[in-house]
T-cell receptor, first 113, second 110 residues
């Protein structure tokens, strides 16, 4: 079975631009979460979607938005990019919520110049 | 105060050593607890869930103390391949918000 897949793997953008990151969960998983990981830090929670609805949001500005599609894939959108948005963006999928195990994709490394 | 705090690292230990990592969390309503392992420039992978009764998986033992809001991970007989960053993870009631600690770096030396 395919694991969690994220695209693109690497991306370079200019300050002020917009970016869309994509995630396909493991087949049968209905929950997708997004995280931002800066070098040397743990992943920071951005959003969780379950059954196509936003169920959780971390402390990120409104420039960050996401959605989940009927096939449970997800997009993370970031507007008006700042240098500080440079990070590894991780997507994780799980069957449900609560104590279910989350499986991570390999991430998208975003560099803002 | 951070929602999840971990021991500062790095831990440098010889092969065969026993090493313990600690983690505290601030939200008493937290419901689910995990330890994840992250290798350099790789994605985090689940090492083990943490249960109130404590649980063991081979050389790894996890403990949870809800009263003290404290989680621990014990690694016995360390191997070179255990070198990684260990992330403490706490999920809130309902499971809709997952908080990672900053991670503790472990180096196991021959």
């Amino acid at each position: 079975d395919a694991g969690v897949t994220q695209s693109p793997t690497h991306l370079i953008k200019t300050r002020g631009q917009h970016v869309t990151l994509r995630c396909s969960p493991i087949s049968g998983h209905k929950s997708v979460s997004w995280y931002q990981q800066v070098l040397g830090q743990g992943p920071q929670f951005i959003f969780q979607y379950y059954e196509k609805e936003e169920r959780g949001r971390g402390n990120f500005p409104d420039r960050f938005s996401a959605r989940q599609f009927p096939n449970y894939s997800s997009e993370l959108n970031v507007n008006a990019l700042l240098l500080g948005d440079s990070a590894l963006y991780l997507c994780a999928s799980s069957r449900g919520t609560g104590g279910t195990e989350a499986f991570f994709g390999q991430g998208t490394r975003l560099t803002v110049v | 105060r951070k929602e999840v705090e971990q021991d500062p690292g790095p831990f440098n230990v010889p092969e065969g050593a026993t090493v313990a990592f600690n983690c505290t969390y601030s939200n008493s309503a937290s419901q689910s607890f995990f330890w994840y392992r992250q290798d350099c420039r790789k994605e985090p992978k689940l090492l083990m869930s943490v249960y109130s009764s404590g649980n063991e998986d081979g050389r790894f033992t996890a403990q949870l103390n809800r009263a003290s809001q404290y989680i621990s991970l014990l690694i016995r007989d360390s191997k070179l391949s255990d070198s990684a960053t260990y992330l403490c993870v706490v999920r809130d009631t309902g499971g809709f918000k997952t908080i990672f600690g900053a991670g503790t770096r472990l180096f196991v030396k021959a």
